[in-house]
């Protein structure tokens, strides 16, 4: 399965809530919450925030299904700020995500969509 496509069709299906707005989109949107609203002035400009439980991982994508129901994966990379610590640069990032977060785990996460992924700038387990 294309996690990559999954991820934008989900997307799209969702009225956009995954993908990033600019400024002049972001009061535009359909279909959000009020918490989604709050959550969205809260972030920095072109940041999205995520929370959700883990599914899995995909190669350097972490697959977290949405409060909605729907999964998105969200590409780590070593810049990416993993309970407040950068990655070794010499770790594997599958391999550190497969340690660090298990199925089930609940997980809040902020990214930005670059080239139709969806990057990780930070990930969090919540508590």
Avoid: C, Y
């Amino acid at each position: 399965m294309n996690w990559k496509a999954l991820g934008v069709v989900t997307a799209l299906m969702l009225g956009g809530a995954a993908f990033a707005a600019d400024k002049t989109q972001q009061g535009q949107m359909h279909g959000q919450t009020q918490q989604g609203q709050m959550q969205q002035g809260q972030m920095q400009q072109g940041q999205k925030e995520l929370t959700g439980r883990v599914v899995g991982v995909k190669s350097d994508d972490l697959l977290v299904e949405s409060e909605q129901g729907a999964i998105i994966p969200l590409r780590v990379s070593h810049q990416t700020m993993v309970d407040g610590k950068e990655l070794k640069k010499d770790q594997r990032i599958e391999s550190h995500l497969k340690k660090e977060f298990q199925p089930g785990a609940e997980v809040r996460a902020s990214f930005g969509i670059e080239k139709m992924e969806n990057k990780a700038v930070s990930i969090e387990h919540k508590k």
